[in-house]
């Protein structure tokens, strides 16, 4: 338990088991494409491969941030009903003659309020990112619902369908692919270069020892929460610019083909990284003294002593 | 109930305590408040007959949510209550329309492929060690997607049930409706398996701390299991029940359900880290629910709020859960050294 979270031993077996099953999901998918094309000769034709990707991608710029939330050991099911604000709130601000040069800036910000909003009751208010997220998702929704309500807005100017729509001039490279690869190298290099990415897998790991590390727990929890909602928004955005239309209930759906996609790519649901983490994480969730009579108070934890890390979640500094 | 007992004996500075564990009273009386600005406004809030709808429709939510409770209770989370309600549902109704089955035998196919589902949730959950959230969320798409592969377009009409069947949700006994009593025979029943039976002691003991309950030699992943088995079984009761309200039963039959029940749980005081709670509650957190959907409409409100309200009730409830616990532990470590 001691130094795990400078040592580079339990990080580079991570990262070695990751990048075995990150060759079986290569395969898997090489061999998906060769049989797409057996089975179909339209398959592997550049338009199609570019209207597929196109349509992929608000999943995959919000599964991004998702994969460094679920390595923190927490999870945000509210990223579908954010981009469905997003959209609405652009929607709105459009019909109502913002420019949009003005309407995305203001969406983004609000993406990260919301993301601020799971942060704080999350890391400082001590509750369950699953239950939080789940009210977000509802509360986020509401707020579309009651903003835009039943309508669509659809007479958005071609510059801006053209983000989600066009491709980059002279290729068949669709504009969000962009945006993915570009938040993807973006986030890859800060989880595997940076202390930031150093401090989620170790606060994934075991949160009490990283914060008696000087890891500030809280501050980066807040944090990668206002980065999923921020970037979730970014995905309402670009999937109202490719469908050219705001709605409410955009996105609905997206937030079980996010988590999904992330779970596939090897992050594990408790946190901290692929191996392991399971008998980790599941008891170093903060636990405490509602129904004594259920639970011995200051039970001895005579597995492992997980005693310690139960209270500075509770804290949350 | 017995937290009661326990609170009432270090009185004063627990009082906090004592309100936090009649979760069950707080929300009657919110209700009771609330209830009377809203007959203010709309007097037909108050009618006999509205109430019983109100329930009525909320007894469909409670008794899954009951379901939903065990598993919570156990440090688990069921997320594909949903789908099993919706399969449930359409079987149910498709083999009615086919004239397949009797009524009898249809509500007992009901519950048994709600039973069934349950197990596979339990299998993949304690078995497999497969993480509940992930392999919940697997099964609410592998669940629903076998409702659309047998359903496809197809949609039971009301007039493919045979006569009477939907009559069951508007008849009553005494002037309760069977739903309601329904509801309270599972809470009684669920209850009672809780409090009083060596099963219902394992599952507190394995959500509140399942090394410990390791130790004491409780055989957590038969409990785990049997809790999954449970909350399925109980979808399939109220998936019947679903096609007795709604008659007109398609593939997407109860989309979009496990946010309602997992908020009625949570509502009704249900800790969602596992280890307390009680079903009566989750049963007046799904009244609750249907109140709030109730008064909207009296109002005048668009039902365009009621997914906002529910979230910040949401909210709303394990933040102040979250306030009354932090309060007892200062209370608990200023008076002993942690």
Known sequence: MTGSTRSGTGLGRWTRALARWETVLLLALLGLIVLGNSLSPFFLTPGNFSNLVAALMEVAIMALPLTLVIILGEIDLSVESMAGLASAALGFMWAAGVPLQVAIPIVLVMGAVGGLLNGTLVARGGLPSLVVTLGTLALFRGMALIILGPRGVSNFPPAFTELGFGHVPGTVIPWPFVVFLALAVVLGIVLHKTWIGRQTYAIGRNAGTARYSGVRVARLRIS?????????????????????????????????????????????????SGGGGDAERAPSR?????????????APDPVRSHSIHCSPDQDGR | ??????????????????IGRQRELTLVAIMFVAGAGVSMIAPQFLSVSNFSQVAVLASITAVAAIGEAIVIITRGI?????????????????????????????????LGIGLVLGMVNGFVVAVLKVPAIVATLGTLSIFRGIDYVIAGPHQVPLAGLPAGFSDV?????FGIPIFVLVTVVVVVVGMVLLRSTRFGRQVYAVGSNPEAAAILGIPSRLVVFVAFSLCGLLAGVAGVMWVMEFGTINGTAATGMTLAIVAAVVV??????????????AAIGALFLGFIANALILVGLSQFWLQA??????????????????????????SGAR
Not at chain 2, 90 to 108: G, M
Request: net charge positive; hydrophobic share 50%.
């Open chain 1, 224 to 272: 990668l929460f206002v980065l999923s909602g921020t970037i979730a928004a970014l995905a309402g955005v670009i999937l109202t610019s490719r469908l050219s239309s705001a709605r409410a209930d955009a996105g609905q759906g997206m937030t079980i083909t996010a988590v999904t996609v992330v779970l596939l790519g090897g992050a594990n649901i408790f946190g901290g």
């Open chain 1, 286 to 298: 903060q636990r405490d003294g509602r129904g004594p009579e259920h639970r011995p108070r200051a």
């Open chain 2, 1 to 18: 109930m017995a937290e009661a007992a326990v609170g009432a004996r270090p009185a004063r500075r627990n009082w906090l305590m004592a």
């Open chain 2, 78 to 110: 069921d997320l594909s209550v949903e789908a099993m309600i919706g399969l449930v549902a359409y079987a149910v109704a498709r083999s009615l329309e086919l004239h397949a089955l009797d009524p009898v035998a249809a509500v007992a196919m009901g």
């Open chain 2, 169 to 173: 949700s508007i008849a009553d006994v």
């Open chain 2, 268 to 281: 009704g005081g249900v800790n969602t880290l596992g280890g307390s709670g009680t079903l009566a509650g």
């Open chain 2, 309 to 334: 309200i529910y979230g910040v009730v949401i909210l709303v409830a394990i933040g102040s859960d979250q306030i009354i616990r932090r309060n007892v532990q200062r209370a608990n470590t200023r």
